[in-house]
């Protein structure tokens, strides 16, 4: 099976912009979570989605959003982009049955200047 | 919320030798424990993971142990390489809703 896949590999915005990021999970799975990793504070989940509904979200202010398609397919948007988001951003996808194991994808590095 | 302590932030080892990776975790609900392995660059890798029925679990060189009753799970590499050199991660999870807490890395350097 194909690994998960993330869009684009590499972004730069200015401040003040928004983003959209996307997330296509390994064929079968129906959870995708996203994640943002930073030096300092390592990887923070962000939320989670399942059959196109969001069942648990982070500690993250609002404008960082998301959504999953019917086919599993999962964005996630950040509005109004400050230069404390520049990270890297991790989704995770999982087959949501008795088994927990995520598997990630390579990110989307996103720098705000 | 749940949170997760992981100890050392880095270790470096000789060649050959053995590391060991602690975490403890706050909520006793918990019951997957994955550990990722992310080289620099590279996105984190499940390597192993234990839930809550199960007191260890071993893959090769790679072992987990977890203390339910004292909240904390350990990673164990034996005979360490080179390419074990990397960044690990510990996790904690009640399942179900996919919501994992992850700890704040330890970085791993094996010396040849």
């Known amino acids: 099976k194909a690994g998960v896949t993330q869009t684009p590999r590499y972004l730069i915005k200015t401040r003040g912009q928004q983003v959209t990021l996307s997330c296509s999970p390994i064929?079968?799975?129906?959870?995708v979570s996203w994640y943002q990793q930073t030096p300092g504070q390592g990887l923070q989940f962000l939320f989670e989605y399942f059959s196109e509904t969001q069942r648990n979200k982070g500690n993250f202010p609002g404008r960082f959003s998301g959504r999953q398609f019917s086919n599993s397919r999962s964005e996630m948007n950040v509005s109004t982009l400050e230069l404390g988001d520049s990270a890297l951003y991790l989704c995770a996808s999982s087959s949501a049955g008795e088994t927990y194991e995520q598997y990630f994808g390579p990110g989307t590095r996103l720098t705000v200047t | 919320g749940e949170n997760v302590e992981q100890h050392p932030s880095t270790l470096s080892v000789q060649e050959g030798d053995s590391a060991v990776i602690k975490c403890t975790y706050s909520?006793?609900?918990?019951?997957?424990f994955p550990w990722y392995k992310q080289e620099l660059g590279k996105r984190p890798q499940l390597i192993i993971d234990?839930?809550?029925?199960?007191g260890e679990k071993k893959d090769q060189r790679i072992a987990v142990t977890l203390n339910k009753t004292a909240k904390h799970f350990s990673l164990h590499i034996t005979e360490t390489q080179p390419e074990d050199s990397a960044v690990y991660f510990c996790?904690?999870?009640?399942?179900?809703?996919?919501?994992?807490?992850f700890g704040t890395g330890t970085k791993l350097q094996v010396i040849p």
């Open positions: 064929s079968g799975h129906r959870s």
């Open positions: 234990i839930r809550s029925n199960v």
């Open positions: 996790a904690a999870s009640k399942g179900g809703y996919q919501k994992v807490t």
């Open positions: 909520d006793s609900a918990s019951n997957y």
